[in-house]
């Protein structure tokens, strides 16, 4: 197993992520599974395993502190997340914390993130009426938290303001990185920000929820014939093995065989060669499928509505790959009369953009993607997962 180092601790680079649990028919979380699952991750050197208040409508952090209870308390770290992101009409961090130290079987969390901090849900971890951020740091100076971290969605542009907000209570920081986000979602102006802060790396979504697990027939091709040994998601997995500011990297597994090509893939260091990294490259760039906007602003000067094009185009491609929570979460943020359906099809933009982009169309289809993509509250209602945030009984 590979591992690194975070202050006093050595950590497996592959983390036991509990988002995506196997299944059974009910749609119950298989506890049989998941416990041959966290003893097969344990054999083979993993000690990180990350749950959350919400992953599986509750049920994940009852499974992992369940699966992980037959072990000494010294031999794996656990982390969780405060959902301050879920929309609710109060917030209470001191009871959702107890509930989640019962909840896990633990006396204290070896890590811990403010969960989704983003364009808009940093107003609820900053209103001082919920004193969620400095809950927090009290928990810590207890030693009921031994490290506190976020994680985030935010654009790249908003993160450094997002840290400041928080202070020098970061100690790490979790954010949506792989070969495709490089790019795509400027996940490399993301590590920058934070390597220039001192602020080590996990990471989340490897594999871009299955989609780098699952390419298509040509770059599978390309990927088998410059690394035979290589599946596309063990080759997307070695991206993170030359990043030494990455300290944690989060796939959620959802059954065994998934297990064992981690524990393969992490088992020993192999960074990708050059050849390999402009493969990758290569890959990101044909699935883009994206308007190609250079973001020279020349379509904003006269745009009636002042909407931020190239901005709205850069989350437009992002969506056209896999409609998500990240569009929502981005989309939402802004006000109304910034969002893409408040373009009026005026044409001016389209008329002055060298790349001879069709802007308003652009605008029409994002609107409509973004109207099919559930939203959090449709979500919580679904799975009930706003109920215990608020109810306390």
């Not at 030494?244 to 992490?266: A, H, P």
Request: include cysteine; proline fraction near 5%; hydrophobic fraction near 35%.
């Amino acid at each position: 197993m590979i591992y690194r180092d975070f202050k006093d601790k050595k950590i497996s680079l592959m983390g036991f992520g509990a988002m995506r649990l196997p299944l059974l028919e009910d749609g119950t979380v298989d506890k049989v599974q998941v416990q041959e699952m966290v003893d097969m991750a344990i054999e083979n050197g993993v000690n990180y395993f990350d749950t959350a208040w919400p992953y599986h409508t509750g049920q994940s952090e009852l499974v992992i502190g369940e699966a992980l209870s037959k072990y000494d308390r010294s031999s794996f770290y656990l982390a969780d997340k405060y959902p301050g992101h879920q929309i609710s009409s109060t917030y209470d961090p001191a009871y959702i914390f107890e509930k989640q130290l019962e909840k896990c079987r633990v006396e204290y969390f070896d890590f811990y993130l403010y969960h989704n901090v983003y364009e808009k849900s940093i107003s609820v971890y900053t209103d001082p009426q919920w004193d969620i951020i400095e809950y927090f740091k009290e928990q810590k100076r207890l030693g009921r938290i031994k490290h506190l971290g976020l994680s985030t969605h935010a654009q790249a542009e908003n993160l450094e303001a997002i840290l400041d907000a928080f202070g020098d209570a970061i100690e790490f920081c979790q954010i949506q990185l792989n070969y495709l986000d490089w790019s795509l979602q400027k996940a490399r102006e993301k590590c920058e920000i934070l390597s220039k802060r001192g602020i080590p790396v996990w990471v989340m979504e490897p594999l871009r929820g299955g989609k780098l697990a699952n390419v298509t027939d040509e770059a599978a091709e390309q990927m088998k014939a410059a690394s035979p040994e290589d599946t596309p998601a063990s080759l997307a997995l070695r991206f993170f093995h030359h990043m030494d500011n990455v300290k944690v990297v989060l796939n959620g597994v959802s059954n065994i065989q998934q297990m064992k090509e981690n524990l393969e893939t992490f088992r020993e260091e192999r960074k990708l060669s050059e050849d390999e990294k402009k493969l990758l490259t290569d890959v990101a760039e044909g699935m883009k499928d994206s308007v190609p906007c250079t973001a020279c602003r020349y379509c904003c000067g006269d745009c009636p509505r002042e909407l931020d094009i190239p901005m709205l185009l850069s989350v437009y491609n992002d969506a056209k790959i896999i409609p998500s929570f990240n569009t929502v979460m981005v989309v939402e943020a802004l006000p109304d009369d910034k969002k893409p359906a408040a373009c009026i099809a005026c044409g001016k933009c389209a008329k002055v953009c060298p790349q001879n982009i069709d802007i308003p169309a652009a605008m029409k289809d994002f609107a409509q993607i973004y109207d099919k993509i559930p939203r959090w509250e449709e979500i919580s209602r679904q799975r009930e997962v706003l109920q215990p945030v608020t109810d306390k009984k």
